[in-house]
């Protein structure tokens, strides 16, 4: 009896339990009929927009503002032969199952154990769109959360409803997504009218978009197609012999369009830029024809330089009077993957090299930090940066140009005259200017920049360097279109740089003076390369147009010894020439209120009967009087008729004076290199003697040098150079040879003794 009792108690608690788990399934199981997810909650509402040029002229379709090619239709619109090839290759049980297959679950569960790996997937139709919808990681918990969205869905949907909403999210190669937006990129067709062959290629794509894209790997995409046949085969959809057949089909695919028929990284700018309720179609202010062309000149500019490994371009055109895009070019081929074309080379962001020079002067100018006439020292400069190694600007040549008039210095795109220029303004201050002219992402601090500001240690796009540059085009005065808060700058400033950047003569030193810069009708440019030739720039604007462009590589590689003016200048040359083909640009605009004078071309002051170069240049009327009362100091009359001259350059020279082999000097002209006026030299008695000081002159003279030091005579000798034994005391340099004599004086102090002291390292303290 008690046994009895025993197993009755028993079959009762067990019986409970099954009771329990039954209800708390069903209880499980109703909760997504609480939450349901219904068609209209996740109704795709981005639909495709429809560009158009200026004139009218189609520009593209099938973009969304996310940049994913994306046409909502409904499941009646799907041609049944993909409906059937989906089914067959990714649910064949879909229609006969819930939202979860548990068959196929409880196999692949079996599969993955008897073969230690996951052999196939059991996610059926549902889940996947689940998985679309709310994308979670591959994990168990990121699988319940799957299931659980998937019985919601199937809890609020009818199986057509999920069908349709999934076939209309299908990854389908690229940013292709849905089997109507695929069927018209990749067949110029609607999906209603797919055949068999076109159905199971489409079919086979969403198993791995990007390893089964058409375009790129056909021969993997085909074997995909064979599965998705077989399994049609199994179906019962086809015969083995139309299977066959159906494989065996050439299938011809629509140039990489993609729904595109030009500038696609323009519409996808554009489609961005558009509020949320937006027209289906939309009208831009590119022109077609010229895009075409600024298109295929780019591709033709880099197949030139391809053997320089340059492999991409960008370049965008701007209307001078409205701001409007006329041209806009990111990359030469944005379909190809295997070049990056995707990549927005308009917007991207890289070191502009010396594009921001001309804004530097400009506000240098402005501020009247400098004139129009200063000159400026290109020579050997060292700055001490704090915790780093000095930093020592040289040009692209590696080589120093000495004296140079702000109009050469900004011109030939010198280097160390601009650093001297933002030394004097700031850096901070020049930051702040490059933020009013909309330069947003040299966001860093002053302190990260640094004096390499001006020479490019910043990134900036391609974009804003255009939209600067239009605005200096437009001599400060912004657009309608762009509004800036900055347009009461001074006119006559950019209209003064704008006549450097378009003075030809100007430039002959490092570009020639018949260089491709050099158009046939005015025009203002500047080139730029980045630090290892990684990025090359070249911005310009006539009366009507601003043009930039940039050539490159989108992964960072340097070119092979590619600079502005032959890297991204033929490309900007080339659209110039035919924005103007049929009507040249009126004049560039004169700096107003601002006067002409002749000019010592060596030393920017006003000429004397000695300065054997004479050249013209803008002043502010009044900086006139000290004009008058500052003549040229550079050259110096040595004879009665001033038909002989000596060239004397102020001190800062003399290192770039010894670096010249051609003499600069006049002949017979003596000029003491070292040491410099004004020099201070200790000597370290424990070092003993031996310890020596090099004089040097600029050149070597023709007749003997005599050296005297403090009045007495020291040394005579053929030679520019001699080496004398240090001595304390203050010193007056002398140096004779026929009528020609320098001097210089410098002091020689005594070094204090370092100390011994046991544990002490002068050297180890200074690291």
Same mark, same amino acid.
């Given at each position: 009896?008690?046994?009895?009792?025993?197993?009755?108690?028993?079959?009762?608690?067990?019986? +409970?339990?099954?009771?329990?788990?039954?209800?708390?399934?069903?209880?499980?199981?109703?909760?997504?009929?609480?939450?349901?997810?219904?068609?209209?909650?996740?109704?795709?509402?981005?639909?495709?927009?429809?560009?158009?040029?200026?004139?009218?002229?189609?520009?593209?379709?099938?973009?969304?503002?996310?940049?994913?090619?994306?046409?909502?239709?409904?499941?009646?619109?799907?041609?049944?032969?993909?409906?059937?090839?989906?089914?067959?290759?990714?649910?064949?049980?879909?229609?006969?199952?819930?939202?979860?297959?548990?068959?196929?679950?409880?196999?692949?569960?079996?599969?993955?154990?008897?073969?230690?790996?996951?052999?196939?997937?059991?996610?059926?139709?549902?889940?996947?769109?689940?998985?679309?919808?709310?994308?979670?990681?591959?994990?168990?918990?990121?699988?319940?959360?799957?299931?659980?969205? !998937?019985?919601?869905?199937?809890?609020?949907?009818?199986?057509?409803?999920?069908?349709?909403?999934?076939?209309?999210?299908?990854?389908?190669?690229?940013?292709?997504?849905?089997?109507?937006?695929?069927?018209?990129?990749?067949?110029?067709?609607?999906?209603?009218?797919?055949?068999?062959?076109?159905?199971?290629?489409?079919?086979?794509?969403?198993?791995?978009?990007?390893?089964?894209?058409?375009?790129?790997?056909?021969?993997?995409?085909?074997?995909?197609?064979?599965?998705? /046949?077989?399994?049609?085969?199994?179906?019962?959809?086809? $015969?083995?012999?139309?299977?066959?057949?159906?494989?065996?089909?050439?299938?011809?695919?629509?140039?990489?369009?993609?729904?595109?028929?030009?500038?696609?990284?323009? /519409?996808?700018?554009?489609?961005?830029?558009?509020?949320?309720?937006?027209?289906?179609?939309?009208?831009?202010?590119?022109?077609?024809?010229?895009?075409?062309?600024?298109?295929?000149?780019?591709?033709?500019?880099?197949? $030139?330089?391809?053997?320089?490994?340059?492999?991409?371009?960008?370049?965008?055109?701007?209307?001078?009077?409205?701001?409007?895009?006329?041209?806009?070019?990111?990359?030469?081929?944005?379909?190809?993957?295997?070049?990056?074309?995707?990549?927005?080379?308009?917007?991207?962001?890289?070191?502009?090299?010396?594009?921001?020079?001309?804004?530097?002067?400009?506000?240098?100018?402005?501020?009247?930090?400098? *004139?129009?006439?200063?000159? /400026?020292?290109?020579?050997?400069?060292?700055?001490?940066?704090?915790?780093?190694?000095?930093?020592?600007? #040289?040009?692209?040549?590696?080589?120093?140009?000495?004296?140079?008039?702000?109009?050469?210095?900004?011109?030939?795109?010198?280097?160390?005259?601009?650093?001297?220029?933002?030394?004097?303004?700031?850096?901070?201050?020049?930051?702040?200017?490059?933020?009013?002219?909309?330069?947003?992402?040299?966001?860093?601090?002053?302190?990260?920049?640094?004096?390499?500001?001006?020479?490019?240690?910043?990134?900036?796009?391609?974009?804003?360097?255009?939209?600067?540059?239009?605005?200096?085009?437009?001599?400060?005065?912004?657009?309608?279109?762009?509004?800036? !808060?900055?347009?009461?700058?001074?006119? !006559?400033?950019?209209?003064?740089?704008?006549?450097?950047?378009?003075?030809?003569?100007?430039?002959?030193?490092?570009?020639?003076?018949?260089?491709?810069?050099?158009?046939?009708?005015?025009?203002?440019?500047?080139?730029? #390369?980045?630090?290892?030739?990684?990025? #090359?720039?070249?911005?310009?604007?006539? +009366?009507?147009?601003?043009?930039? $462009?940039?050539?490159?590589?989108?992964?960072?590689?340097?070119?092979?010894?590619?600079?502005?003016?032959?890297?991204?200048?033929?490309?900007?040359?080339?659209?110039?020439?035919?924005?103007?083909?049929?009507?040249?640009?009126?004049?560039?605009?004169?700096?107003?209120?601002?006067?002409?004078?002749?000019?010592?071309?060596?030393?920017?002051?006003?000429? $004397?009967?000695?300065?054997?170069?004479?050249?013209?240049?803008?002043?502010?009327?009044?900086?006139?009087?000290?004009?008058?009362?500052?003549?040229?100091?550079?050259?110096?009359?040595?004879?009665?008729?001033?038909?002989?001259?000596?060239?004397?350059?102020?001190?800062?020279?003399?290192?770039?004076?010894?670096?010249?082999?051609?003499?600069?000097?006049?002949?017979?002209?003596?000029?003491?290199?070292?040491?410099?006026?004004?020099?201070?030299?200790?000597?370290?008695?424990?070092?003993?003697?031996?310890?020596?000081? *090099?004089?040097?002159?600029?050149?070597?003279?023709? *007749?003997?040098?005599?050296?005297?030091?403090?009045?007495?005579?020291?040394?005579? *000798?053929?030679?520019?150079?001699?080496?004398?034994?240090?001595?304390?005391?203050?010193?007056?340099?002398?140096?004779? !040879?026929?009528?020609?004599?320098?001097?210089?004086?410098?002091?020689?102090?005594?070094?204090?003794?370092?100390?011994?002291?046991?544990?002490?390292?002068?050297?180890?303290?200074?690291?």
């Amino acid at each position: 009896m008690r046994n009895r009792r025993f197993f009755s108690t028993k079959r009762r608690s067990y019986f +409970t339990i099954v009771i329990v788990l039954i209800l708390s399934g069903i209880l499980l199981r109703s909760l997504p009929y609480l939450a349901p997810i219904r068609a209209s909650d996740i109704a795709q509402n981005d639909q495709a927009i429809e560009f158009q040029d200026r004139n009218g002229l189609p520009l593209g379709s099938l973009l969304t503002r996310d940049q994913d090619h994306t046409a909502v239709i409904s499941l009646n619109e799907v041609s049944p032969n993909l409906v059937q090839a989906i089914l067959a290759a990714e649910d064949q049980g879909f229609y006969h199952h819930g939202a979860v297959d548990l068959k196929a679950g409880i196999r692949a569960i079996a599969e993955a154990i008897q073969a230690r790996r996951i052999v196939s997937g059991a996610s059926t139709i549902t889940m996947q769109l689940a998985r679309m919808l709310e994308p979670s990681p591959r994990t168990a918990w990121g699988k319940i959360q799957e299931i659980w969205l !998937s019985w919601r869905l199937f809890a609020g949907m009818s199986k057509d409803e999920i069908l349709q909403a999934y076939l209309n999210r299908l990854p389908m190669g690229g940013n292709i997504y849905g089997v109507e937006a695929a069927a018209r990129v990749y067949f110029g067709i609607p999906a209603r009218d797919l055949n068999l062959a076109q159905a199971s290629l489409l079919a086979a794509l969403p198993n791995d978009p990007n390893d089964l894209n058409p375009y790129e790997h056909w021969e993997h995409l085909k074997k995909r197609q064979q599965y998705v /046949l077989d399994r049609m085969v199994q179906d019962c959809y086809i $015969t083995q012999s139309q299977r066959d057949r159906i494989f065996a089909e050439a299938v011809k695919l629509q140039p990489r369009q993609q729904g595109i028929l030009a500038a696609p990284h323009f /519409l996808f700018w554009s489609a961005n830029q558009l509020p949320k309720n937006h027209p289906a179609q939309i009208r831009t202010t590119l022109d077609l024809p010229l895009q075409q062309f600024v298109e295929a000149q780019a591709r033709q500019v880099i197949e $030139t330089l391809a053997r320089n490994n340059v492999h991409q371009a960008a370049a965008i055109v701007l209307d001078n009077r409205t701001g409007n895009v006329l041209a806009y070019v990111g990359s030469i081929d944005y379909f190809a993957a295997s070049q990056m074309g995707q990549n927005d080379g308009v917007q991207a962001l890289r070191q502009p090299g010396s594009t921001l020079k001309p804004f530097l002067y400009q506000l240098a100018l402005e501020k009247r930090i400098i *004139q129009p006439n200063t000159v /400026l020292a290109d020579v050997p400069t060292h700055y001490a940066i704090p915790g780093a190694k000095l930093y020592s600007p #040289t040009d692209y040549s590696e080589t120093f140009q000495g004296p140079v008039r702000v109009r050469i210095a900004l011109a030939n795109s010198l280097n160390v005259p601009a650093v001297r220029v933002l030394e004097k303004v700031g850096v901070a201050i020049f930051l702040d200017r490059l933020h009013q002219l909309g330069f947003a992402h040299l966001n860093q601090s002053p302190d990260y920049y640094g004096l390499g500001l001006t020479l490019g240690s910043g990134e900036v796009s391609l974009w804003e360097l255009a939209q600067a540059y239009l605005l200096m085009a437009r001599q400060g005065q912004s657009t309608l279109l762009h509004p800036q !808060s900055y347009s009461a700058y001074s006119t !006559s400033t950019w209209s003064l740089i704008t006549n450097m950047l378009s003075d030809r003569y100007a430039r002959a030193r490092s570009f020639g003076v018949d260089s491709v810069l050099s158009l046939p009708f005015p025009a203002a440019v500047k080139t730029g #390369t980045s630090s290892d030739f990684r990025d #090359t720039w070249t911005v310009g604007f006539t +009366t009507d147009y601003t043009v930039a $462009t940039w050539v490159g590589n989108f992964n960072g590689e340097p070119m092979r010894q590619v600079s502005g003016v032959t890297g991204a200048a033929p490309l900007w040359s080339r659209i110039m020439l035919h924005l103007h083909e049929h009507r040249e640009p009126a004049a560039l605009p004169l700096p107003k209120d601002l006067v002409q004078r002749p000019i010592c071309a060596l030393s920017g002051l006003r000429p $004397t009967a000695v300065c054997p170069t004479i050249v013209q240049e803008y002043f502010y009327p009044e900086d006139l009087t000290t004009y008058q009362q500052h003549p040229d100091t550079f050259y110096q009359a040595i004879s009665n008729d001033q038909q002989q001259y000596r060239l004397n350059l102020p001190a800062e020279y003399n290192e770039w004076l010894a670096m010249q082999q051609e003499p600069i000097l006049s002949p017979g002209t003596l000029r003491i290199i070292s040491p410099r006026n004004g020099d201070y030299f200790l000597v370290a008695p424990e070092r003993g003697s031996g310890q020596n000081l *090099q004089f040097r002159l600029a050149e070597v003279p023709k *007749q003997p040098v005599e050296w005297r030091l403090n009045g007495e005579k020291i040394a005579t *000798q053929t030679s520019n150079t001699f080496f004398w034994n240090l001595r304390a005391g203050d010193w007056t340099l002398q140096a004779r !040879s026929g009528a020609s004599t320098d001097q210089v004086r410098f002091q020689v102090g005594v070094a204090e003794k370092p100390s011994t002291r046991r544990g002490f390292s002068l050297t180890e303290a200074s690291r």
